[in-house]
T-cell receptor, first 113, second 113 residues
C-alpha cells in the first residue's frame, strides 16, 4: 500500500530559526514528489515537484530535496508569513496508467515573531 | 485568470438529502480529482477523471458519485449524504496525470446533520 508520512506533525519556530520538515514515502511507480503549502480554510498551493533522487529546488526561504526514500523541506530564516501547513504528496500510476495521488497528513508550521 | 472554482463554498444539509458540489476549471486540463480533508487523516482522493467520460475510484469512493460530461466540469454527487461525510472537500485539476502539478479549488465545507 502506498504511504506518505510527514514529521513532525507540528513545528513551532522563532522567526529566523531554520529547520527542516520530513516526508518519507513508500510508493510503487513513483512519478515525482510534490510539496504544497496550505493556509487555513484554503486549498493547497503548489510549491515544488521533485522527480529524481538528488534533485533540489528553491523558492525564497524554502528548499526541497529528494532522496530515494524521503524528501526534506528546509526553511531558512523563516518569517511569520511562512506559517502554514506544508503537505507532501506522491503521484503514482495505477494499473490503468493513470494518476493516483497519496498525500501525507502535513506539518503545521508556526513561526513566532 | 487560471483557476479552479467550486460551489457552494459552505453547505449545511440533512441526512439523505441529495446534493451536488460543482467544480469547474478554465485551464483546459484533462485530469480532475476530488479530495476530502479530515483532521488527522489528511487529503484523501475520492474519485478522479482522466478525461471526458473517463473516471475511476480513489481511496474513499463509497457514498459518492461523479460525472465528467464536459472537460471543464467535474461535479461531485452525494445521493444520500450521511454525517460521516461531513468534511472539507477540494477539487483539483492538472494538465495530465503521472506527475503533473495539481491546482486546487478553494474548498467546500460540508456539514451533514
Amino acid at each position: 500500500e502506498d504511504q506518505v508520512t510527514q514529521s513532525p506533525e507540528a513545528l513551532r519556530l522563532q522567526e529566523g530559526e531554520s529547520s527542516s520538515l520530513n516526508c518519507s514515502y513508500t510508493v510503487s511507480g513513483l512519478r515525482g514528489l510534490f510539496w504544497y503549502r496550505q493556509d487555513p480554510g484554503k486549498g493547497p498551493e503548489f510549491l515544488f515537484t521533485l522527480y529524481s533522487a538528488g534533485e533540489e529546488k528553491e523558492k525564497e526561504r524554502l528548499k526541497a530535496t529528494l532522496t530515494k526514500k524521503e524528501s526534506f523541506l528546509h526553511i531558512t530564516a523563516p518569517k511569520p508569513e511562512d506559517s502554514a501547513t506544508y503537505l507532501c504528496a506522491a503521484p503514482t500510476l495505477n494499473s490503468g496508467g493513470y494518476q493516483k495521488v497519496t498525500f501525507g497528513t502535513g506539518t503545521k508550521l508556526q513561526v513566532i515573531p | 485568470e487560471a483557476q479552479v472554482t467550486q460551489n457552494p463554498r459552505y453547505l449545511i444539509t440533512v441526512t439523505g438529502k441529495k446534493l451536488t458540489v460543482t467544480c469547474s476549471q478554465n485551464m483546459n486540463h484533462e485530469y480532475m480529482s476530488w479530495y476530502r480533508q479530515d483532521p488527522g487523516l489528511g487529503l484523501r482522493q475520492i474519485y478522479y477523471s482522466m478525461n471526458v467520460e473517463v473516471t475511476d475510484k480513489g481511496d474513499v469512493p463509497e457514498g459518492y458519485k461523479v460525472s465528467r460530461k464536459e472537460k471543464r466540469n467535474f461535479p461531485l454527487i452525494l445521493e444520500s449524504p450521511s454525517p460521516n461525510q461531513t468534511s472539507l472537500y477540494f477539487c483539483a485539476s492538472s494538465l495530465g496525470g503521472g506527475g503533473d502539478t495539481q491546482y486546487f479549488g478553494p474548498g467546500t465545507r460540508l456539514t451533514v446533520l
